[in-house]
């Protein structure tokens, strides 16, 4: 059996933006995500430069400590046990349901498939 999958809508959560709109106005303009970084506040590791996610602030292993744009509609117990780009994901996914146009309650049971014609 062959499946197929449809992209329907676009989530961005990136170091140039966070939604289609500022993406692809960042792409234009030219505008790169880099900044300067101290991670771990250990400045001995010699990474200096990163593209960073803005808008989250998740640089603690401690899940309850992450913010997020309002925007999105984390459920605490679903984030408990990512990374943070764990969460980076679960938004650009719900990112990718508003551009579909997509009800994420329809989702839900699982994958429906469409039958081939």
């Not at 459920?75 to 579909?100: K, S, T």
Request: proline share 7%; net charge neutral.
């Amino acid at each position: 059996m062959t499946r197929r999958a449809l992209v329907t809508g676009l989530g961005f959560i990136t170091p140039i933006g966070n939604d289609r709109a500022k993406v692809t106005e960042h792409l234009r303009q030219g505008i790169h995500g880099f900044e300067m970084v101290e991670f771990l506040s250990n400045p001995r590791l010699t990474v200096r430069v990163a593209g960073t996610i803005k808008d989250f602030v998740a640089n603690t292993p401690h899940w309850r400590d992450w913010r997020y744009p309002e925007k999105f509609s984390a459920v605490r117990d679903a984030i408990r046990g990512l990374a943070p780009h764990g969460l980076y994901a679960f938004c650009a996914m719900q990112e990718a349901l508003a551009d579909a146009q997509l009800d994420p309650d329809a989702l839900k049971g699982g994958p429906k498939f469409i039958p081939e014609d």
